[in-house]
């Protein structure tokens, strides 16, 4: 009904940066908040960033000030510019966004999760 589609994951060298964009697609009536999760090996899912529909934003206090999430309503997109990149922020990150749906004539609002993309930062 709704699909997350991530890209712009991959390699760089600690220090360096990458950007991930997802782009959300389907029977979309409007979208609440998107936002960015990751996971490591052996370790939970945890928040990156998330932004409203109304532009506010929330950041991990790990990733303040290197990390910026950004959203083109128009186009019902995400994208997290990830700056300083460390070893520790290797992980496979995954695009999230809270949806209003049509389910039978109702409006609903349902949670939507991408399919994750590695990104590896080596020292």
């Known amino acids: 009904q709704v699909q997350l589609v991530e890209s712009g994951g991959g390699l760089v060298q600690a220090g360096g940066s990458l950007r991930l964009s997802c782009a959300a697609s389907?029977?979309?009536?409007?979208?609440?908040?998107m936002g960015w999760y990751r996971q490591a090996p052996g370790k939970q899912r945890e928040l990156v960033a998330t932004t409203a529909s109304g532009d506010s934003t929330n950041y991990a206090d790990s990733v303040k000030g290197r990390f910026t999430i950004s959203r083109d309503n128009a186009k019902n997109t995400v994208s997290l510019q990830m700056n300083s990149l460390q070893p520790e922020d290797t992980a496979v990150y995954y695009c999230k966004a809270n949806v209003v749906v049509w389910v039978s004539a109702t409006l609903r609002t349902n949670d939507y999760w991408g399919q994750g993309t590695q990104v590896t930062v080596i020292s």
């Open positions: 389907g029977r979309i009536f409007s979208i609440k908040t």
